[in-house]
């Protein structure tokens, strides 16, 4: 076996055109590759172990995983006035793969000229749309108590501050119509909303954007226009999920239609590069997940997208994962299928009406829902990507059943828990490290159209990875 004290091996000493390649050319190749393959790499000799092992390669190896912008947070972070130093990257590589907690911060809301008066901020809400762009916390809409819907459009600026103190600003534009459960995702600086159900039972499939615009002089503002999509619609649904798959596509999946029925059809939306048009399509494949509503879709990156959860035809709560893969030039969906016996604490992962965010290191992290005995959680699991796309593409099955027993991991909470709640909304900002949380419902009944016994809460709260 080679050994890895020096690079006396003839095919790998100096006379190796490897070892005469530029350090930076070969980071550049040693990024092409799975992490497996680097650490396999890195020992076959002192040299390479060094090169592999170095602060500038785990850099680069960390803003390839997790994006630029996911970097600059966490340096900033780094560097704040109560550390004494910045992470080695390798070190925070690996407290970000080994993540086992989450810190939890109820924020303080004021209205914008503060003051001792009542202060005027969002009602308590559930079945809302929370999205964070341009540098803000974007909420509308919800159903609220009796039944209600609500047709309100808040913005609190957040910006790169980890902010413990929130100011709301209403924005007056009477636009869209009031809805609960309806689908609100990002695309560039824009907002897309479709659908929802108003508190007549009426089931909308109108399409909006939304632009917010953050101005020195004027504050915030943020201005909807109904987007001009053609004749070919979706159905009219809500509690259905949506979330964005590039800079101008928006995928939407299931709900509840007219007649209450669920559904289980594919739609993807492609907007115009303005942002001015669009053309829906649906999307026809087998297999595909089956009907249901309150689920979750969540891209995570390149061509793929996680749909989980949600309660079925016959009103179960369902806990399937489903990968809908937009590769090799045609779209499909696949099932992960997994035993809820081999993962530790598995039998409470089946919910609906929770959340679902990927987060920095390529996790999806789940929060809260209820499940089929609407009994409200309050718990935190992290899904791995990276082991959901090994398990897709695994021929071994010794390595796959390996792989699902750490598909997921429930982390541990500390601070402010926001408590058991259900339909909630949650988004994550732009570094993948802090997730806001806002509303739900959290006692009574579970059913918005249903007039009493509901309790809705109007907190907000910031969910932080942590890293020691």
Request: overall charge neutral.
């Amino acid at each position: 076996m080679a050994t890895t004290s020096s690079c006396s091996n003839p095919s790998i000493n100096g006379s190796s055109p490897i070892t005469r390649i530029a350090q930076d050319h070969l980071f550049s190749i040693l990024l092409l590759l799975p992490l497996d393959s680097i650490f396999c790499f890195a020992m076959t000799c002192k040299k390479f172990r060094s090169l592999t092992y170095s602060d500038p390669f785990w850099e680069s190896l960390c803003r390839r995983d997790w994006g630029q912008s996911s970097i600059d947070a966490l340096r900033s972070f780094a560097t704040d006035s109560n550390k004494q130093q910045q992470f080695p990257w390798k070190k925070l590589y690996q407290q970000i793969y080994r993540l086992d907690s989450v810190y939890c911060n109820r924020l303080l809301t004021t209205h914008p000229q503060g003051g001792d008066e009542e202060m005027l901020l969002p009602r308590p809400r559930a079945s809302h749309s929370l999205n964070f762009v341009s540098g803000c916390l974007v909420l509308f809409g919800g159903g609220c108590e009796g039944g209600k819907h609500l047709d309100d459009t808040w913005v609190a600026y957040v910006g790169n501050d980890f902010k413990r103190i929130l100011k709301w600003n209403k924005i007056e534009s009477g636009i869209p119509s009031g809805r609960f459960g309806h689908s609100c995702v990002v695309i560039g600086d824009c907002l897309v909303l479709f659908g929802g159900i108003n508190d007549h039972g009426a089931r909308q499939n109108d399409t909006w954007v939304g632009q917010v615009a953050v101005h020195d002089t004027f504050g915030i503002t943020l201005s909807w226009r109904l987007l001009d999509v053609g004749s070919i619609v979706p159905p009219p649904r809500g509690a259905h999920a949506a979330c964005s798959i590039d800079k101008r596509r928006m995928l939407i999946q299931g709900g509840i239609g007219l007649n209450g029925l669920r559904l289980g059809d594919t739609w993807v939306l492609e907007l115009s590069e303005n942002l001015h048009l669009g053309v829906w399509q649906e999307i026809v494949t087998h297999p595909s997940p089956p009907s249901r509503s309150g689920h979750t879709l969540t891209h995570v990156g390149g061509n793929q997208t996680i749909l989980f959860g949600g309660r079925g035809l016959g009103y179960e709560v369902l806990n399937d994962v489903w990968l809908f893969d937009t590769s090799e030039g045609h779209w499909r969906w696949v099932q992960l299928l997994f035993d809820l016996q081999n993962i530790p604490q598995g039998l409470a992962l089946p919910r609906v009406g929770h959340s679902a965010n990927l987060i920095i290191g390529g996790r999806l992290l789940i929060h809260g829902g209820e499940d089929s005995y609407r009994h409200r959680k309050d718990d935190f699991w992290v899904l791995d990507i990276g082991l959901v796309t090994s398990m897709m593409q695994s021929g071994t099955p010794s390595n796959l059943e390996r792989s699902k027993t750490k598909l997921w991991r429930r982390l541990k909470s500390k601070g402010d828990n926001p408590g058991g709640r259900s339909f909630h909304r949650a988004c994550v900002d732009p570094s993948g490290r802090n997730f806001y949380i806002f509303g739900g419902m959290v006692d009574g009944s579970l059913q918005p159209a249903e007039s009493s016994g509901l309790r809705f809460d109007g907190e907000l709260f910031l969910v932080e990875l942590v890293i020691q």
